[in-house]
């Protein structure tokens, strides 16, 4: 299985302040035929499910504000949120669907 | 937009077999485009994939599970399943069910969620 490390495990940052989460993979997510990284970001909010934020490791999904952005490839990815806003408050997931079985990161909780 | 809702009982006993339905709108779960997955996260903590079915009933599932894991797919009802035999107090968790445009993509949309206990 393909284990996902996320750091840190939480994160307190100052509303306008930059945000980074990372996230290491066991192994590459790179698939190299068509040079895509198998890598999603999710955000959690209490009572929620999780919602798609990112994926391919640096496309941010339909809505999403500019202020999320992905990066990293290969076994080493980040996001950043550029200037935190009170609706950022949540968990943060990286996820790798390169291989079955799918796996996540164990989280990262994002308080102000 | 795809919208998932799942169904069942909130309580199983230890032993027994928890059964859970996903009811898709927006989609047709015939389509050759989808996958469809159930996920779960135990209360407080992290997200677990627990496997997917695609229109043709083609399977994949975790095997961290054991084979303990049914799922299948009715075409008639637009929906899918999820049965999990042997229960313990370990399976007590969220129970999402999702949806992908591929095996190895991520999970788009996702239903609210229902939380299955197992406990006497």
């Known amino acids: 299985d393909i284990v996902m490390t996320q750091s840190p495990d939480s994160l307190a940052v100052s509303l306008g302040e930059r945000a980074t989460i990372n996230c290491k993979s066991s192994q590459s997510v790179l698939f190299n035929s068509n040079n895509k990284n198998y890598l999603g970001w999710y955000q959690q909010k209490p009572g929620q499910p999780p919602k798609l934020l990112i994926s391919s490791a640096s496309t941010r999904e339909s809505g999403v504000p500019d202020r999320f952005t992905g990066s990293g490839s290969g076994t080493d990815f980040t996001l950043t949120i550029s200037s935190l806003q009170a609706a950022d408050v949540a968990v943060y997931y990286c996820h790798q669907y390169y291989t079955t079985p799918l796996t996540f990161g164990q989280g990262t909780r994002l308080e102000i | 937009q795809v919208q998932l809702q799942e169904s069942g009982p909130g309580l199983v006993k230890p032993s027994e077999t928890l059964s859970l339905t996903c009811s898709v709108s927006?989609?047709?779960?015939?389509?050759?485009?989808?996958?469809w997955g159930w996920i779960r996260q135990p209360p407080g903590k992290g997200l677990e994939w627990i496997g997917s079915?695609?229109?043709?009933?083609?399977?994949y599932d975790n095997p961290s599970l054991k084979s303990r894991v049914t799922i299948s797919i009715d075409l008639s009802k637009n929906q899918f399943s999820l049965r999990l035999s042997s229960v313990t107090a370990a399976d007590t968790a969220v129970y999402y069910c999702?949806?992908?445009?591929?095996?190895?993509?991520?999970?788009?949309?996702w239903g609210q969620g229902t939380l299955v206990t197992v406990s006497t």
């Open positions: 927006g989609a047709s779960i015939s389509s050759s485009t989808y996958y």
């Open positions: 999702s949806v992908s445009t591929d095996l190895y993509d991520p999970l788009d949309y």
């Open positions: 079915v695609y229109y043709s009933g083609g399977t």
